[in-house]
């Protein structure tokens, strides 16, 4: 079975300062791995996506993430954080040969940033 | 700008009372998900569909929900009866399943509330 963890349910950032929401994964083969955010009464938007080839990925709003297979990680970092990325943010995988469940994306638990003024 | 489009945005219902939500997919997207969120349990996937064929439905009580695509421009979803347990934003999404890496493109949301 896939799943996505998101250690963090919260966090804070000082607007100006890089930040980073984390990000581990489970699958069977090699991963899709996808990043959603979502804004108080809103619908899930995508950010980015790591398909194969460059480790660092570079997505909307300036945001990227970076891939390590090895860790079986895929953190959510932006160099400068704004009020604006204040949201709620979802990590999501897909194993490239899946079946049955499989064939659909989990979704982590989200992790609350809040970036302060 | 296409978007999927959710009605209706909110609703509140008494206990036992059905409740229809409807879903209107990215045109040309050939599935379609729906999701419930809750502070409790966070996203779950529901049911999904792909060229309006139900492949999917294991994560919906099946004695109350039920999920149809009686076209390939709308997706319901119905609870009947319903129970204050239920109350939950459900969130359709869209997409093409020709890349597995396709992403999906989540509507606004219905905010229902069973009293």
């Known amino acids: 079975a896939q799943s996505v963890a998101q250690p963090e349910d919260q966090v804070n950032v000082a607007e100006g300062n890089p930040l980073t929401v984390k990000c581990t994964y489970s699958?069977?083969?090699?991963?899709?791995l996808f990043w959603y955010v979502q804004y108080p009464n809103r619908g899930l938007q995508f950010l980015l996506k790591?398909?194969?080839?460059?480790?660092l990925v570079k997505g909307s709003y300036g945001f990227e993430a970076e891939f390590n297979k090895s860790q079986t990680s895929f953190h959510l970092k932006k160099p400068s954080a704004l009020v604006s990325d204040s949201a709620l943010y979802f990590c999501?995988?897909?194993?490239?040969?899946?079946?049955?469940?499989?064939?659909?994306?989990?979704f982590g638990s989200g992790t609350q940033l809040t970036v302060l003024p | 700008d296409a978007r999927v489009t959710q009605t209706p945005r909110d609703k509140v219902t008494e206990m036992g009372q059905e409740v229809t939500m409807r879903c209107q997919p990215i045109?040309?997207?050939?599935?379609v998900f729906w999701y419930r969120q809750t502070m409790m349990q966070g996203l779950e996937l529901l049911a999904y569909?792909?060229?309006?064929?139900?492949?999917?439905d294991s994560g919906m009580p099946k004695d109350r929900f039920s999920a149809e695509m009686p076209d390939a421009t709308l997706a319901t979803l119905k609870i009947q009866p319903s129970e204050p347990r239920d109350s939950a934003v459900y969130f359709c999404?869209?997409?093409?399943?020709?890349?597995?890496?396709?992403?999906?493109?989540f509507g606004p949301g219905t905010r229902l509330t069973v009293l």
């Open positions: 699958v069977s083969g090699n991963p899709y």
């Open positions: 999501a995988v897909r194993g490239q040969i899946s079946s049955g469940s499989a064939r659909q994306l989990t």
């Open positions: 790591y398909i194969t080839g460059d480790n």
């Open positions: 045109l040309g997207h050939n599935t």
């Open positions: 569909f792909r060229n309006r064929a139900p492949l999917d």
């Open positions: 999404a869209s997409g093409l399943s020709s890349r597995a890496y396709n992403e999906q493109f």
